[in-house]
Every structure is written in structure tokens, then in C-alpha cells.
């Protein structure tokens, strides 16, 4: 057998697996495998420090106090969350994650550097807010996903309340695989007093952030944008659907609600007295849900993470619960009593 090859030969092989490369590289139709990003919420319930803040009414959270708090149920705390983080998706850390009801950077340092989280070599954002309860929201994001360009925390004013000062918005900006995003993380005035009596504070933060999406806009039409948070309302309640604009599909209105249906269905990321609602929220602009678009989602790729050892059976509800923390005074030890969402971004 002859095993020589002419030097013709070999080159013409070099130059066609070159073509046959720069085809799977370049190709239009998307021959390439996209790339995927993980957008995580979750509202912790009250991940707080053991220390006491002289700023803020954080008494309920130290030690010798009706809760008992202390450094064990502490650190449990932080290993729960870090492992329902690390496990709201089977193949991958999200790249960023939305936080509120924490109590300080520290916290949120605990988390990023614990042994579930410490691969997703996290950066964080986050400053103390007026909450007189000293509760905030922040950010982690992978560095090596997102590029920081920005971030800014709006203040909001409350009128007609004895509690002039709610938590802040934080808005911050970057490049999520070389693509800009715009985000807003939030977790709006609970509804302490009863859902009608309170709405006026909820549509107070929600005409806030549209100011800002329409400022956004103004500059770029185009703008890929995403609101994550506890709104503490559903998405057909006022505040969500009229004030910010948050519509079920992209026909309706420039901003999509991904868990309108969740809602309309009677599931949901919190259960109140037997009843789920949708209080924690994905809303994307509606051009990320354009196919033709490098970055995009859809509906379904937002889902709700309900994974049974999150949940626990209310005999008296006849119903699952999420695990929560605490009940009261009472110390349950689990997880939150919000389940946390994700979203999946596809990049081409």
C-alpha cells in the first residue's frame, strides 16, 4: 500500500477543512450552538447577621431575642440558599442573581464565597437602603459573564405614609456575553395593612422605574431590558399591568410579563392562605422576545424552581407550601417563604 501523498493533495485537504470551519463559524442559520445565560430572583426571607446595626431595627435578628437567632441558624441560612442557587439549574451556576431581604453586603459576601457558590466567581452589588428595617437587594454576577459597565440605586419617596422610605431600585447595566443589558432589580412596599389600602405605594416604585424605562428608550429603542423582583403584586394588579405597562405578550405593550399565565393558572412563587399568586416577577422588554434577535427569550424559558424539598404540606391548607425560615417567633428552619424564579437567555 502507498501511503504517500502528493503535497497538491495535502493542501487541498488543508484548505477544504478550513472552508468547512469558517462555514460552521459563520453560518447564518444560527450552525452554531448558542450560548445560554441564567437569570436568577429570589427573595431569601430575611437573611440577616447575627451583629446588631444601631442604623436599623434589626432586634428580631440577634441572639437572646423571641427569634433566637445565632450564628448556627445563620450559617444554615447561608449554606440553604447557597445549595438552592447552585441547584436552580442542572448544568450550570445562573450568571446573575437578583437578591432582596438581605440584610448587608456581608451577607451577600457569605453567599458568593460559600463552597456551593465559590466557582461562579461572583462580584456583587449592593448598598444599604433606607428600609427601616435595614432589608436591601442586591446583586451577584459571574465576572467572567457579565462586564459591570454601571449601577445606581434609586431612592423612593413614599407620600401619604408614616413610613416615608421604602427599599431602593437598583438598576445596572453590562454586557452579558459581550450583549448590553439593562436590569432592574426591586422588591416593592409589602401589602402590610391590606392590598387595597397599600397600592398607592406599590404604584408609587412602578411609575418610577417606567420614568426610567421610557428615559431608557428615549435614548435607545432598542434597548434589551430586564425587571426582576418582588413586587408584593400580581401581574393583572394595577401597579404591575397599568402603571409599569407589563402586559401577558409583546402585542400589548413594550414590556412582557413572563409569569402572567402562571398567575391566570393559580400557581405561583408565594402562597397566602391556600392561595398561590405570582409576587415575584421576570418582565422583559418585548423585543427580547423577537426570534430574529442575537439575544432572546421566550415564555417558557422563565419558570418558577419548585423543587419538592423546597416545599412543605400545610395539613390545616391542605396544600404545599414553600419551606420557610420562620413562622412568627417560631423557628421552621427552611428555606423561604418565596420559591425563586429563573430565566434562560439564548445567545446565537
Known amino acids: 500500500m502507498n501511503y504517500r501523498t502528493s503535497l497538491p493533495t495535502i493542501l487541498l485537504l488543508i484548505l477544504a477543512a478550513f472552508v468547512l470551519t469558517q462555514g460552521s463559524c459563520d453560518d447564518p442559520e444560527g ?5 445560554r445565560a441564567l437569570i436568577m430572583f429570589y427573595n431569601v426571607e430575611n437573611l440577616f447577621d447575627t451583629l446588631n446595626d444601631p442604623l436599623t431595627n434589626d432586634n428580631q435578628f440577634l441572639p437572646g431575642t423571641d427569634k433566637d437567632w445565632n450564628s448556627e441558624r445563620y450559617w444554615k441560612k447561608v449554606n440553604d440558599i447557597s445549595a438552592v442557587i447552585s441547584k436552580a439549574d442542572s448544568s450550570a451556576l445562573p450568571d446573575i442573581v437578583g437578591l432582596c431581604e438581605v440584610e448587608n453586603a456581608d451577607v451577600v459576601g457569605a453567599l458568593a464565597n460559600s463552597n456551593a457558590l465559590k466557582n461562579g466567581n461572583y462580584g456583587i452589588i449592593h448598598r444599604d437602603s433606607p428600609d427601616a428595617r435595614g432589608i436591601d437587594v442586591a446583586v451577584m454576577f459571574n465576572r467572567h459573564a457579565f462586564e459591570l459597565t454601571s449601577s445606581s440605586f434609586y431612592t423612593v419617596v413614599l407620600s401619604d405614609t408614616a413610613r416615608s422610605q421604602t427599599r431602593q431600585v437598583l438598576y445596572f447595566t453590562g454586557l452579558l456575553h459581550n450583549e448590553p443589558m439593562h436590569f432592574f432589580v426591586a422588591h416593592w412596599p409589602s401589602r402590610r395593612g391590606g392590598a387595597a389600602e397599600s397600592e398607592h405605594k406599590r404604584v408609587q416604585v412602578a411609575a418610577l422605574i417606567r420614568e426610567k424605562i421610557d428615559s431608557i428608550k428615549g435614548s435607545d429603542k432598542d434597548a434589551a431590558i430586564i425587571i426582576m423582583g418582588d413586587l408584593n403584586d400580581h401581574p393583572t394588579d394595577r401597579s404591575v399591568y397599568e402603571v409599569l405597562g407589563a402586559k401577558e405578550n409583546a402585542t400589548k405593550g413594550d414590556l412582557v410579563d413572563l409569569f402572567y399565565d402562571e398567575h391566570i393558572e393559580k400557581t405561583g412563587t408565594y402562597n397566602y392562605r391556600g392561595e398561590w399568586g405570582v409576587l ?26 419548585d423543587h419538592e424539598w423546597l416545599l412543605y404540606y400545610d ?7 414553600p419551606s420557610r425560615t420562620f413562622g412568627g417567633p417560631n423557628y421552621y428552619g427552611g428555606y423561604s417563604d418565596h420559591l425563586p424564579i429563573l430565566l434562560e437567555l439564548e445567545i446565537k
Not at 31 to 35: D, E, G, K, S, V
Not at 289 to 299: E, F
Request: hydrophobic share 35%; glycine share 0%.
Open 31 to 35: 450552525a452554531r450552538t448558542p450560548q
Open 280 to 305: 415575584d416577577h421576570f418582565i422583559v422588554s418585548s423585543n427580547l422576545l423577537n426570534s430574529s434577535l442575537r439575544i432572546r427569550t421566550s415564555d417558557a424559558s422563565a419558570r418558577i424552581i
Open 315 to 321: 395539613e390545616d391548607l391542605d396544600d404545599t407550601k
